[in-house]
């Protein structure tokens, strides 16, 4: 239960950190807006609630039981885990901010926009998945679940008329 709550704690602050430092570095760099509001909600909506549930129900490998005891004195974000969440939420962020500058070179602002919008969702599944840390094969389905919904979702959203027009879409 410990190991599936740091899990889930680790994912919600580095993929929420990786948010926010988008968007600051995007002010900071003067680039025209990164995130609209809507897509911000959007994003917290999928990603922060079921991946981040799927990842404190997983079922537990039986590896844990090889660990020795968790020390009970120690804070549940941990030095080393502090620098997890900095080191992989600005990380995703200035990685996001280099590929939103290039295609706004090549790409009209809201074209780039929603490539980092719908890139966004994709590397915050990805996070979650690298947090679990294990195999593929051993994915319950409930976490397989929650990662294809919301793919389907974020995939509705980008191709749906009325979806583009509610966050500002653009595939053009």
Do not use: C
Not at 3 to 22: C, D, G, K, P, R
Not at 125 to 150: D, K, M, V
Request: charged share 10%; no cysteine; proline share 6%.
């Amino acid at each position: 239960i410990y190991h599936n709550l740091v899990q889930a704690i680790l994912y919600l602050l580095m993929s929420n950190l990786s948010e926010l430092a988008l968007v600051i570095f995007a002010t900071a760099l003067n680039l025209p807006t990164i995130l609209l509001p809507t897509q911000i909600l959007w994003i917290n909506l999928v990603t922060d609630g079921f991946p981040a549930l799927a990842l404190a129900t997983d079922p537990t490998s039986h590896a844990v039981l090889n660990d020795p005891p968790r020390n009970t004195k120690l804070p549940l974000i941990t030095t080393k885990r502090m620098w997890k969440i900095l080191g992989g939420g600005i990380g995703l962020a200035l990685l996001l901010s280099l590929l939103y500058v290039t295609f706004l070179n090549f790409l009209n602002p809201t074209l780039a926009r929603t490539l980092i919008f719908d890139g966004l969702v994709l590397s915050h599944l990805a996070l979650a998945l690298i947090i679990r840390g294990r195999s593929l094969r051993t994915i319950s389905p409930f976490f397989l679940i929650t990662l294809l919904i919301t793919l389907f979702a974020q995939g509705l959203v980008t191709v749906l008329p009325f979806t583009q027009e509610l966050f500002n879409i653009g595939l053009k």
